[in-house]
């Protein structure tokens, strides 16, 4: 449970100042929420792969995953999906989106399979399908970016196909969102410095704050994208030190994300999106507002130049 740090106390102390401020506080009814993140998220890393719905029935049909995003107050998505039927889908399903109140944003993932994730790099067919795609565009308009894909071999990011896919995103304005350790972010940027790459999980790979806050510092248009990201909450789902100085020193280049990449993930959605609020609440109100919601709106939901 988080406390503000003007009520933290000291051993015997503790037990009577907490008391007294829960009954100071709970006169004012709902503070405990109050504490936790109340407004709009913007879940800027969603899959809905072909496990998830299976084409059409699934288990996670898209009444289901709506209802999901809904009820947690998700009020846009980042779609890539393996493949990109499970985007277009929810794509086209503008009548039940609309009613759901989730504005998709489409991403076109590199993966028709499985197999994919591992040679995609160096698989021209894969660029060729990257092309037919983004000139398809979808029901809810262009395709706004490409990713995830991954590199488990950082020296990959210098892969032919990496490489013109970086340019491409560049020249087309596209975001591209990296499952990438630290030494590949370098070498992606050196293709096209001034993609806006958003980091998936940050850093999962094992790189320090520090780090981070010197790839940050390095490349202004870096964002970063925190599920899965190690050493970001400690015990009771609060921010660790810091991370937490690290969101407030770069509050617009933050975003959350799901991550529903099996779907154990769409199981535990609510809770997924609850420990988001929770570590939020955190952080100053405007803070908070921007990582949860408008660096990923001021990103995909405000006209292209
Ligand atoms: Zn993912």
């Given amino acids: ?9 000291f051993k015997a102390l503790c037990r009577v100042n907490y008391a007294l401020t829960a009954l100071v506080l709970g006169a004012f009814s709902g503070w405990v929420q109050a504490a936790d993140y109340s407004g709009p998220l913007f879940d800027a890393h969603l899959h809905y792969n072909e496990e998830a719905w299976n084409g059409q029935a699934g288990p996670h049909p898209l009444g289901d995953v709506l209802a999901r995003m809904q009820r947690n107050g998700v009020q846009a998505i980042v779609a890539n999906s393996r493949p990109n039927d499970g985007t277009k889908a929810l794509a ?17 993932r590199l993966y028709r399979n ?13 660029y060729a399908m990257v092309q037919a795609e983004f000139a398809r565009g979808t029901a809810a308009g262009p395709y706004r970016g490409i990713g995830e894909f991954h590199l488990y071999d950082s020296a990959n990011a210098n892969g032919p196909v ?3 896919l970086m340019l491409f995103a560049q020249d087309q304005q596209l975001a591209v969102l990296a499952h ?17 790459l958003i980091w998936a999980h940050t850093g999962i790979g094992g790189a320090s704050v520090e780090r981070v806050e010197a790839l940050f510092t390095k490349y202004p248009q870096l964002m970063g994208e925190l599920s899965y990201r190690p050493g970001l909450t400690c015990g009771d789902g609060a921010l660790c030190p810091e991370w937490r100085a690290l969101l407030l020193k770069y ?25 988001y609020r929770r570590w939020l609440g955190d952080l100053p109100p405007a803070v908070a507002r921007r990582i949860a919601w408008d660096n990923g709106a001021a990103l995909f939901l405000t006209p292209r130049p």
């Fill in 180 to 196: 990438v350790d630290d030494v590949a972010i370098d070498l992606l940027l050196a293709h096209a410095p001034k993609a806006r």
């Fill in 92 to 108: 086209e399903a503008r009548e039940a989106t609309r009613a759901a109140g989730v504005t998709v944003v489409p991403f076109i």
């Fill in 251 to 275: 509050p617009t280049r933050f975003l959350i994300g799901s991550d529903t990449w099996i779907n154990q993930r769409w199981l535990y959605y609510d809770d997924l999106m609850r420990g």
């Fill in 114 to 126: 499985r197999a994919d994730y591992t040679n995609w790099f160096q698989d021209e067919s894969i």
């Fill in 1 to 9: 449970m988080w406390w503000p740090a003007a009520f933290k106390c």
């Fill in 162 to 164: 990496a490489k013109k």
